[in-house]
């Protein structure tokens, strides 16, 4: 079962660039999300779907977008890149709010 | 306000001490709490919830609401615990459930 897929692991970008997080699941999950998590900080909620076609923000979501065309897919895209995006980042699944099903991680570095 | 607060970042004790990481919640309504682990190279996965009252690999939490807290024990620790612990809590808000995460505790567990 392949659960929750992230890609890319590891990514470097400029100051200014734009990039698009990728993430799908295969658990047929309406709910999916998006944290990030900051070098001795929790995890911190950016976007959150609860089904195809809805999105909304969670705690900290300027600087990012994201969109959920299918229920599968909730791709997250940073569209100009600042060092403060420096972070580890999560997607995450759940079925209706329910145990939530993380991927590995996406390691971002801005400089 | 709904918060999670982990109070100590490092937790380091000496294999088969006992163990207890602690989990303070704010929320207005029934909550639902969680403690999620994270292992070296591995990704965030779901530990215990307090609803199953279970006991996983040795590790217990008892939901007390009179001091609004979810300590996780464990009576001996083994050198395979050594992770990030994280305390969560979901609740609703805004109609839909959400899952807010504490700023985890590093557990190490030393021969």
């Not at chain 1, 995890?43 to 600087?63: F, Q």
């Not at chain 2, 996780?72 to 979901?90: H, I, T």
């Amino acid at each position: 079962n392949a659960g929750v897929t992230q890609t890319p692991k590891f990514r470097i970008l400029k100051i200014g660039q734009s990039m698009t997080l990728q993430c799908a699941q295969d658990m047929n999950h309406n709910y999916m999300y998006w944290y990030r998590q900051d070098p001795g900080m929790g995890l911190k909620l950016i976007y959150y779907s609860v089904g195809a076609g809805i999105t909304d923000k969670g705690e900290v979501p300027n600087g990012y977008n994201v969109s959920r065309s299918t229920t599968e897919d909730f791709p997250l895209r940073l569209e100009l890149a600042a060092p403060s995006q420096t972070s580890v980042y999560f997607c995450a699944s759940s079925l209706s709010g329910n145990t939530i099903y993380f991927g590995e991680g996406s390691w971002l570095t801005v400089v | 306000a709904q918060r999670v607060t982990q109070p100590e970042k490092l937790l380091s004790v000496f294999k088969g001490a006992p163990v207890e990481l602690k989990c303070n919640y704010s929320y207005s309504g029934s909550p639902e709490l969680f403690w999620y682990v994270q292992y070296s190279r591995q990704r965030l996965q779901l530990l215990l919830r307090h609803i199953s009252r279970e006991s996983i690999k040795g590790f217990t939490a008892d939901l007390n609401k009179g001091e609004t807290s979810f300590h996780l024990k464990k009576p001996f620790a083994q050198e395979e615990d050594s992770a990030m612990y994280y305390c969560a809590l979901r609740g609703l808000s805004g109609g839909y459930n959400k899952l807010i995460f504490g700023a985890g505790t590093r557990l190490a567990v030393h021969p």
